[in-house]
T-cell receptor, first 114, second 109 residues
Framework: GAVVSQHPSRVICKSGTSVKIECRSL??????MFWYRQFPKQSLMLMAT?????????EQGVEKDKFLINHASLTLSTLTVTSAHPEDSSFYIC??????????FGPGTRLTVL | GQNIDQPTEMTATEGAIVQINCTYQ??????LFWYQQHAGEAPTFLSY??LDGLEEKGRFSSFLSRSKGYSYLLLKELQMKDSASYLC??????????WGAGTKLIIKP
């Protein structure tokens, strides 16, 4: 199957700082990328959907000014958590699709905000 | 390398039972997840196994054998709404999720 990578895999930061998470499709062109949050043993909560070259579409309740998403190319999307706070600590997962129904998921990034 | 294998597609009949297998080879093991995903929707958590054995939750059960690197998801009394993709994911030694490609389950009347 297609491969999606995320970087970093783990990040610890101080409250008030910004953190950028990269999501890359390694062997396919991801026309659409999705960003999720996952809480322990719970379903993935969709935060936003981004199409290459256009603005992301955010789910209700997700602050677009706090979670900045950039999908500048067909292989890279970034999520920047601005002015992070402890409640933003979570496991962030991205996925990509090349236009078919199938989604390919990244390994996740564990964010801890102190 | 790390690898998760599950069948690409399965077909079953409404009212029947189906078992979806997942085998894995990962660096470390911190649990195995099963998710259900309907087309166009976010994956829904079904189960989490970290110890060997069978966990039953209504019509769905999940089994794990760590020594064999094997899990299965058992769906009973199949309903048409169970038509979906079923994703197996393993949390490795770094708590990174290694995802299977998903099994597309087609339910026929």
């Amino acid at each position: 199957g297609a491969v999606v990578s995320q970087h970093p895999s783990r990040v610890i930061c101080k409250s008030g700082t910004s953190v950028k998470i990269e999501c890359r499709s390694l062997d396919f062109q991801a026309t659409t990328m999705f960003w999720y949050r996952q809480f322990p043993k719970q379903s993935l909560m969709l935060m936003a959907t981004s199409n290459e070259g256009s603005k992301a579409t955010y789910e209700q309740g997700v602050e677009k000014d706090k979670f900045l998403i950039n999908h500048a190319s067909l292989t890279l999307s970034t999520l920047t958590v601005t002015s992070a706070h402890p409640e933003d600590s979570s496991f962030y997962i991205c996925s990509g699709t090349g236009g078919r129904d199938e989604q390919f998921f990244g390994p996740g990034t564990r964010l801890t905000v102190l | 390398g790390q690898n998760i294998d599950q069948p690409t597609e399965m077909t079953a009949t409404e009212g029947a039972i189906v078992q979806i297998n997942c085998t894995y080879q990962t660096s470390g093991f911190n649990g195995l997840f099963w998710y259900q995903q309907h087309a166009g929707e976010a994956p829904t958590f079904l189960s989490y196994n970290v110890l060997d054995g069978l966990e039953e939750k209504g019509r769905f059960s999940s089994f794990l054998s760590r020594s064999k690197g094997y899990s299965y998801l058992l769906l009973k009394e199949l309903q048409m709404k169970d038509s979906a993709s079923y994703l197996c994911a393993v949390s490795d030694s770094n708590y990174q999720l290694i995802w299977g490609a998903g099994t597309k389950l087609i339910i026929k009347p």
